[in-house]
């Protein structure tokens, strides 16, 4: 699952664009929130994230610098924009920086899928371009997987990658395991949420184990 982070210092964006659209349906899960650029640095500096979704005007360090600052550091993130403001200077200095897409609130829920699904897209064949580094292949390889289980893809396209993402469809038969971890429903705290911070390096746990004695693909959803 790509990971996304969305900066914006409105609650009602903050709590409301989660439920716009079905992010898992996506390949995507929203894996923390910020209230403006700072945070969202903080937050990018110790986890990785590869979809950043993010406001222009914001108190402390708007989304222009935020852009910039993720530039400099050389972060290989795609940047959706979103803004109230309608002004082309607005714009022109973010497409300077290489974005995704600028959608103007309030947010169409088309637009919003068609701009995922193609930086999605976009993520996934740069990833097939260097599969040689063994994280890009995991995460192409658990993004193909959990659209394969949710059916979002067929059988065909599942099979046709396969071979490709080193996936073994030979078996007749494949053991499957579900490793639930509860959720805290009362905590509204920002950042990333408790639940990715457990469940990153549980199943980082579950991979090293089940690999050294068979072929798994663990995925999360």
């Given at each position: 699952?790509?990971?996304?982070?969305?900066?914006?210092?409105?609650?009602?964006?903050?709590?409301?664009?989660?439920?716009?659209?079905?992010?898992?349906?996506?390949?995507?899960?929203?894996?923390?929130?910020?209230?403006?650029?700072?945070?969202?640095?903080?937050?990018?500096?110790?986890?990785?994230?590869?979809?950043?979704?993010?406001?222009?005007?914001?108190?402390?360090?708007?989304?222009?610098?935020?852009?910039?600052?993720?530039?400099?550091?050389?972060?290989?993130?795609?940047?959706?924009?979103?803004?109230?403001?309608?002004?082309?200077?607005?714009?022109?200095?973010?497409?300077?920086?290489?974005?995704?897409?600028?959608?103007?609130?309030?947010?169409?829920?088309?637009?919003?899928?068609?701009?995922?699904?193609?930086?999605?897209?976009?993520?996934?064949?740069?990833?097939?371009?260097?599969?040689?580094?063994?994280?890009?292949?995991?995460?192409?390889?658990?993004?193909?997987?959990?659209?394969?289980?949710?059916?979002?893809?067929?059988?065909?396209?599942?099979?046709?990658?396969?071979?490709?993402?080193?996936?073994?469809?030979?078996?007749?038969?494949?053991?499957v395991g579900i490793v639930s971890?509860?959720?805290?429903?009362?905590?509204?705290?920002?950042?990333?949420?408790?639940?990715?911070r457990c469940r990153l390096p549980?199943?980082?746990?579950?991979?090293?184990?089940?690999?050294?004695?068979?072929?798994?693909?663990?995925?999360?959803?």
């Amino acid at each position: 699952m790509y990971k996304v982070l969305i900066v914006d210092d409105e609650l009602f964006i903050l709590n409301g664009l989660p439920h716009v659209i079905n992010w898992e349906e996506h390949g995507t899960e929203i894996v923390a929130r910020a209230r403006n650029g700072l945070e969202a640095l903080e937050i990018m500096q110790n986890h990785d994230i590869h979809i950043l979704v993010t406001d222009i005007m914001m108190p402390a360090m708007d989304g222009l610098e935020l852009i910039k600052q993720i530039r400099d550091r050389g972060w290989n993130v795609k940047i959706i924009i979103l803004s109230s403001h309608d002004d082309f200077k607005f714009v022109k200095e973010a497409s300077k920086s290489g974005i995704e897409n600028y959608l103007l609130k309030p947010i169409e829920e088309d637009e919003l899928s068609n701009t995922i699904l193609n930086t999605v897209e976009k993520l996934e064949n740069e990833a097939n371009a260097t599969v040689q580094n063994h994280d890009n292949l995991n995460i192409v390889r658990e993004n193909i997987l959990y659209r394969w289980v949710t059916r979002n893809i067929g059988y065909d396209e599942l099979e046709n990658r396969a071979e490709f993402l080193q996936i073994d469809l030979s078996r007749e038969s494949y053991m499957v395991g579900i490793v639930s971890i509860l959720k805290n429903t009362k905590s509204q705290s920002f950042g990333i949420s408790s639940s990715v911070r457990c469940r990153l390096p549980f199943l980082t746990f579950v991979q090293k184990f089940l690999t050294v004695t068979r072929t798994s693909y663990p995925s999360t959803a």
